[in-house]
């Protein structure tokens, strides 16, 4: 069992009390609810006369069903504007923080936290959405929770939960040139598979997170659940201090202090015991690429693709078959072939500044592929600002992207951001699962947001580091 | 809230690991604001084409209506988070008689497992061995009643008779009957109280 890790830290002072069933009753420190999920919670309480026990701990916004071409109301989808007005009304009976359009704070729910400070190291965090685990990067444990869990938390603050255990995952080393982060966390899902971290928290660590911003560590964090672990978390130290201070909610003067003394304490001991430890060398990493159905599913770009036939375990064998069948691909063949017709870059895997910053990088003075719809969605008003502050938007505009309004957009598609047909997009997102962007039959590449670009600009899958 | 010790029907198999709940109910339906309508999707695009007509899929098959266990393999239902999965499966069949009323699979995505949880729908593991001889049973002869029974742990039917598994907190919840957990956590309310006012964030690190 693990001990004297940030998940034990933050468990533990985080325990109410032990249930009649053994579960440990866990208080949440920050709950965040979209549009989506919270509904039902909502009637759940009307149901049962009860009110929310701590508002002041939960905070709303809107990213999942919002168009990105427009802010207009009503919405033209009759069901996503009565989706909007059910928030809308939710929030004001039962008095809670709402980062609507009007704020100039909405987003997607796992970009505004951190963006407004209100993600801080040490925090118990929850929300109805499985990406929660982006928030571990500030050292939180943070994690996505069902509807009739967030009717709890609403209700008590608390939820009924199970340990987990902790798995350090080192990755040391320096990245070569022109591998991000998201590369990292595809050849971190790649070797120990969709379902290695079921009942973990996973420890990310080693010279690379060391050295990784907060934006990249978010966006290793955020697909913590990919790899079956519910949460992720990199330990807080200098580089989390630094991105937090000055922010709309992080405190500030003597109270800035006491927290960074009390953040601190929340790191890992250096003589903590993990219950698995894996080891990664960063050099090995190279800019990945998924191919198949789910996030392991994913090659080295330029590698050719495996062959079911290889694979001893049955199970195994059948998601390969799966994904061949489902992708129209062939083993052994090399995805440099494959035409894209979409690419997209945004969602809360990688749609904060950086992300669009290295976009646009890539991106200026090229153009995208006549073949190819390509556009940029920032992942919150406040992204959007600074980009256009930066110039961004009109790099990507130049090249032939479209600049859009802040949403969740192609990333889950419940939006009218959708592929028709069987499509392929490359996408900066995070799932390429069956049907998962908006066609029964479309087909996700994912990869990082300059690899998208890079794939944009030549029409077919392309290394980004070999880009004319 | 009703107690769970055991519970007997048909069973029907959906094989494949890791079957996400995209898959299981696609996010275009998650735009209703009450769970009310959702035993209408379940594995909606894997079981009909966008012209309205069927494909090849255990729940469009007439032998498993009216099925009350579900037989899984690895991870099964991985990613999002959304409880409109299980709520899905639970609310399949006919409305006066609706559902599955529990999961047999090789392993569970963690929070799928723990939403069956709250909607009192035991999601049980069992050996691969077993779960494969289970959905050859429950396709060979789909009239075979199971009982899965929570005090012994086990899962009979079809001259079977395997061991299931499932943590002793959600088994102990379930035959308790507190699988609801707002009662239990909103008994310790001043407990909550308490603890909040030692979290040097609750006033802002003051």
């Avoid at chain 1, 966006?219 to 000055?246: H, Q, W």
Wanted: with cysteine; hydrophobic share 40%; aromatic share 8%.
């Amino acid at each position: 069992m693990a001990q004297g890790t940030l998940y034990n830290k933050v468990w533990d002072a985080h325990s109410v009390a032990r249930l009649s069933t053994g579960q440990t009753q866990l208080f949440i420190g920050l709950h965040l609810i979209h549009e989506v999920t919270s509904p039902q919670a909502f009637d759940m309480l009307r149901e049962a006369g009860q009110t929310v026990a701590y508002p002041a701990r939960t905070f709303a916004t809107m990213d999942h069903i919002v168009p990105t071409t427009t802010r207009e109301r009503p919405f033209a989808d009759a069901q996503a504007e009565k989706m909007m007005q059910a928030i809308e009304r939710n929030t004001r009976d039962f008095r809670v923080n709402f980062f609507d359009f009007s704020t100039g704070r909405q987003g997607v729910v796992h970009i505004i936290g951190p963006e407004l400070g209100l993600t801080q190291p040490g925090m118990t965090i929850a929300c109805g959405d499985s990406h929660t685990s982006t928030h571990g990067a500030f050292g939180t444990l943070a994690f996505g929770i069902g509807t009739s869990q967030v009717r709890d938390v609403l209700a008590t603050q608390c939820l009924a939960m199970d340990s987990m255990k902790v798995r350090r995952i080192e990755v040391n080393g320096a990245l070569k040139p022109g591998v991000t982060p998201k590369d990292v966390i595809l050849a971190i899902i790649n070797r120990l598979g969709v379902k290695g971290g079921i009942g973990y928290a996973y420890e990310y660590a080693g010279d690379v997170f060391d050295h990784m911003s907060m934006e990249g560590r978010m966006t290793v964090c955020n697909m913590s659940i990919e790899g079956g672990a519910r949460a992720g978390y990199v330990n807080p130290d200098e580089t989390t201090f630094a991105y937090l201070k000055g922010r709309e909610h992080s405190p500030a003067g003597a109270a800035w202090d006491k927290a960074v003394g009390i953040w601190r304490s929340f790191a890992s001991d250096k003589d903590a015991v993990y219950d698995d430890v894996v080891r990664f060398k960063a050099e090995d990493i190279a800019p990945m690429v998924t191919w198949g159905v789910t996030p392991a599913q994913s090659v080295a770009v330029g590698q050719n693709l495996p062959d079911p036939a290889a694979t001893e375990d049955a199970g195994e064998r059948g998601s390969l078959e799966t994904a061949f069948k489902y992708m129209k691909f062939t083993p052994g063949q090399s995805l440099d072939s494959v035409k894209v017709d979409v690419a997209f870059i945004g969602s809360c895997t990688n749609g904060r500044i950086e992300d669009l910053r290295a976009a646009a990088t890539v991106a200026k003075g090229r153009k995208v592929h006549p073949s190819v719809k390509a556009f940029v969605v920032p992942g919150s008003m406040q992204v959007k600002v600074q980009a256009e502050k930066e110039g961004l938007h009109e790099v990507f505009k130049a090249a032939g992207f479209e600049w859009r309004e802040a949403g969740c957009s192609m990333c889950l598609a419940m939006n009218p951001d959708q592929l028709v047909g069987d499509q392929v997009s490359a996408s900066s997102s995070n799932r390429n699962f069956i049907g998962r962007q908006g066609s029964s039959t479309g087909r996700t590449l994912l990869m990082s947001p300059a690899m998208v670009v890079a794939a944009a600009v030549a029409g077919h899958v392309s290394d980004v580091r070999t880009l004319a | 809230m009703p107690k769970t010790p055991t519970i007997t029907g048909r069973a029907v198999p959906v094989r494949g690991d890791d079957i996400d709940t995209d898959r299981i109910i696609p996010a275009r339906y998650l735009k209703e604001i009450t769970f009310s309508k959702m035993g209408d999707y379940p594995f909606f695009d894997e079981r009909f084409n966008s012209d309205g007509s069927k494909k090849a899929h255990a729940f469009n098959e007439e032998r498993f209506q009216g099925a009350r266990i579900l037989f899984g393999n690895v991870n099964f239902g991985c990613g999002s988070s959304r409880e409109h999965a299980p709520q899905a499966l639970a609310r399949w069949g006919h409305p006066a008689q609706p559902g599955i009323k529990a999961i047999v699979a090789e392993s569970f995505a963690e929070i799928f497992g723990g939403n069956c949880m709250m909607l009192g729908i035991p999601a049980v593991s069992a050996d691969k061995a077993d779960v494969l001889a289970l959905q050859n049973v429950a396709e060979k002869a789909p009239a075979t009643e199971f009982s899965l029974d929570l005090e012994s742990m086990t899962l009979k039917g079809g001259g079977l008779t395997v061991a299931v598994h499932l943590p002793d907190s959600r088994r102990k919840a379930l035959l308790e009957g507190t699988w609801d957990s707002t009662g239990l956590l909103k008994a310790n309310e001043e407990k909550t109280r308490a603890l909040a006012g030692r979290l040097a964030y609750m006033d802002g690190y003051k």
